[in-house]
T-cell receptor, first 117, second 111 residues
C-alpha cells in the first residue's frame, strides 16, 4: 500500500517556540493531505485539509494563524505550530489521500508526538 | 456532515473469546467505511475497508466486518481473539471529501 512518513516522530520544545512537522507521501502523489490531532485515549480530530497549491481549509475552532499548513508539492505538506504552549502538546497525525482501485482512500503517517514544556 | 458512533468504549475479554464492535454511521450519500487499529504506542493501521460489492469484508489478522445498509452499520468481528489484539479500534466513514472517525473502542484481551 501507499506509504506516508512524518518527521520528526517526536519533538520536545520550549513554550513560545515554533515547531514544524513534515508529512510526505513516499510512493504516490497526494493532491490532498489531512492533519489530525489525537489526545490521549481519544479519537482523531481533523484539524485541516491541505490541498496542493492552495490554502488549507481549517475545521471550526482550529486557529489558522497558530497551525500553519503549507502544501507546496504533491508529496509534501508541513504543519507549523507557532508559539507553542503546553496545551498544544498532543499527537499530530497526517494523512494523504490517494485513488486506489477507483476509490478515494487515506493513508496515515506514523504521527508526531509534540511535548511543549 | 457525516458522523460515526461506536459504543462500549472499553471492552475486556479473555483470549479465545469472540469480539464484536459496533459501528453506526450517519450519512445520506454513498459511503466508504473503514476500521483502523492502533496498537499501544503505534500508529493507525488499516484493518479492512468497504467500498462496494460484497457487504461482508475480510481484513487482516482474522478480522471481518459486515456492512448493513438498512441499519447504517459496519460492525467489526473476530471469532477468537488473542492477547496481541489488545489495541484501540476506530471505525471511520468517508464522505463529503473527509474521513470522520468514531471515538474508538479500547479492547483489552486478558491472557
Amino acid at each position: 500500500g501507499a506509504v506516508v512518513s512524518q518527521h520528526p516522530s517526536r519533538v520536545i520544545c520550549k513554550s513560545g517556540t515554533s515547531v514544524k512537522i513534515e508529512c510526505r507521501s513516499l510512493d504516490f502523489q497526494a493532491t490532498t493531505m489531512f492533519w489530525y490531532r489525537q489526545f490521549p485515549k481519544q479519537s482523531l480530530m481533523l484539524m485541516a485539509t491541505s490541498n496542493e497549491g492552495s490554502k488549507a481549509t481549517y475545521e471550526q475552532g482550529v486557529e489558522k494563524d497558530k497551525f500553519l499548513i503549507n502544501h507546496a508539492s504533491l508529496t509534501l505538506s508541513t504543519l507549523t505550530v507557532t508559539s507553542a504552549h503546553p496545551e498544544d502538546s498532543s499527537f499530530y497525525i497526517c494523512s494523504a489521500r490517494a485513488l486506489t482501485s477507483g476509490y478515494n482512500e487515506q493513508f496515515f503517517g506514523p504521527g508526531t508526538r509534540l511535548t511543549v514544556l | 456532515a457525516q458522523s460515526v458512533s461506536q459504543h462500549n468504549h472499553h471492552v475486556i475479554l479473555s483470549e479465545a473469546a469472540s469480539l464484536e464492535l459496533g459501528c453506526n454511521y450517519s450519512y445520506g450519500g454513498t459511503v466508504n467505511l473503514f476500521w483502523y487499529v492502533q496498537y499501544p504506542g503505534q500508529h493507525l493501521q488499516l484493518l479492512l475497508k468497504y467500498f462496494s460489492g460484497d457487504p461482508l469484508v475480510k481484513g487482516i489478522k482474522g478480522f471481518e466486518a459486515e456492512f448493513i445498509k438498512s441499519k447504517f452499520s459496519f460492525n467489526l468481528r473476530k471469532p477468537s481473539v488473542q492477547w496481541s489484539d489488545t489495541a484501540e479500534y476506530f471505525c471511520a466513514c468517508y464522505g463529503n471529501n473527509r474521513l470522520a472517525f468514531g471515538k474508538g473502542n479500547q479492547v483489552v484481551v486478558i491472557p
